[in-house]
């Protein structure tokens, strides 16, 4: 019998979680069945998974007609209907969390998309959606938007766990790592315990190879043809190399002395978008211990059934670096390139925020 290639992941040191979150998962009991045989080990939600869940299927249609009668609004609706999910997500994965001791078993919930520039709404935000959550294997998402980076700090010294998603660039990495030691090491001088504070940085993958590819097919030469589908891979690779320097430094050894845990990278977007390319391209080139890969279920899906486990995430380091530096020759601006992500990153998530609202609002008016 073939080895399970999900299961085999696990043994890699990567933790598989599942960038899906839909009542019909956690209730049917599919969810218990892909932890126990899959080695499914978290869960990831954003504003265009629960716009898709909540929308698309009728699983919620009573409980979104009893809050009606409640008299709450659109956004109140929102936020009981996904706080439920995840809370119940949250208790299905909690044996996880027990037996990893913390390590795993995390379900995200995001802050409110229009916060990302706002850094203090995200952390009133932030502070109020891990007390109504009140669950210790939650994680927070917030943005690593420039006013995002103060407000990370901040909730990590008070003992908030983070998920920082929409990481692009290596720079805006570096800046995000900064923010989640200096938030530890401002608890440890309030004298606060450091051991159960989690966090993950999500490092979005595909979206730079889909960006950058059109720009490299319409030009011509060895290089352009090396680097087309490589960029999204090289990067991830260059900021693991960065995740080791940071977390095997001086600086975060005494922190780990007194409980800290390391912010693991986690490989977000990894769902392929070029036809042309494996389905599993950005699971197979990013197995490496101590990491996340969030995949969507389709993906999750297509790797266990012809995943190919084999930690390379170190591979190629060096190519990896040789060919960014090289980008500027093609007329490419990687840190440009990854600022524009970022962007275009908070805009799709306030579109399908907003078309979620939009529909919540009308069910409201129409019972009015």
Same mark, same amino acid.
């Given at each position: 019998?073939?080895?399970?290639? $999900? @299961?085999?992941? %696990?043994? #890699?040191?990567?933790? *598989?979680?599942? =960038?899906?979150? /839909?009542?019909? $998962? @956690?209730?049917? %009991?599919? #969810?218990?069945?892909? *932890?126990?045989? =899959?080695?499914? /080990? ?11 869940? *909540? ?314």
């Amino acid at each position: 019998m073939k080895p399970n290639a $999900l @299961i085999q992941l %696990g043994m #890699l040191g990567q933790s *598989i979680w599942l =960038d899906y979150i /839909r009542r019909d $998962l @956690i209730g049917s %009991g599919k #969810l218990k069945r892909l *932890i126990e045989d =899959d080695g499914l /080990r978290g869960m990831t939600s954003n504003p265009a998974i629960f716009e898709k869940a *909540i929308v698309e299927s009728h699983d919620y249609d009573t409980e979104i007609q009893a809050l009606i009668l409640e008299k709450k609004n659109a956004q109140a609706i929102y936020e009981a209907l996904s706080q439920h999910d995840v809370q119940s997500a949250a208790d299905v994965f909690r044996p996880i969390y027990e037996n990893t001791g913390g390590i795993d078993g995390y379900v995200s919930l995001e802050v409110n998309p229009h916060l990302a520039h706002d850094t203090a709404g995200t952390i009133d935000e932030a502070r109020r959606l891990w007390r109504a959550l009140n669950r210790p294997n939650v994680l927070i998402k917030v943005p690593a938007t420039g006013e995002g980076l103060p407000a990370i700090q901040q909730l990590i010294s008070e003992g908030i766990n983070v998920n920082v998603t929409l990481i692009f660039g290596l720079p805006r990495y570096r800046q995000v790592v900064e923010a989640y030691i200096a938030g530890l090491e401002a608890r440890a001088a309030q004298g606060k315990p450091v051991n159960h504070v989690s966090s993950v940085a999500s490092f979005f993958v595909s979206r730079i190879d889909s960006l950058i590819d059109p720009l490299l097919e319409k030009q011509s030469g060895d290089l352009a043809e090396k680097a087309r589908g490589q960029i999204a891979v090289a990067s991830a690779k260059l900021a693991y190399q960065i995740y080791k320097e940071i977390f095997g430094a001086a600086r975060f050894q005494h922190l780990l002395k007194i409980g800290a845990r390391g912010q693991r990278l986690l490989w977000a977007s990894t769902g392929t978008k070029n036809p042309e390319y494996s389905d599993v391209k950005y699971i197979e080139a990013l197995i490496g211990p101590d990491t996340v890969n969030t995949v969507p279920l389709e993906t999750l899906i297509a790797y266990h059934d012809h995943g190919h486990p084999e930690a390379r995430l170190e591979k190629d380091a060096g190519t990896a670096a040789r060919l960014l530096k090289r980008l500027p020759e093609l007329g490419i601006d990687i840190d440009k390139i990854t600022q524009q992500l970022e962007n275009e990153g908070v805009t799709k998530f306030n579109k399908p925020f907003d078309m979620l609202m939009d529909a919540l609002s009308r069910k409201v008016s129409q019972a009015a």
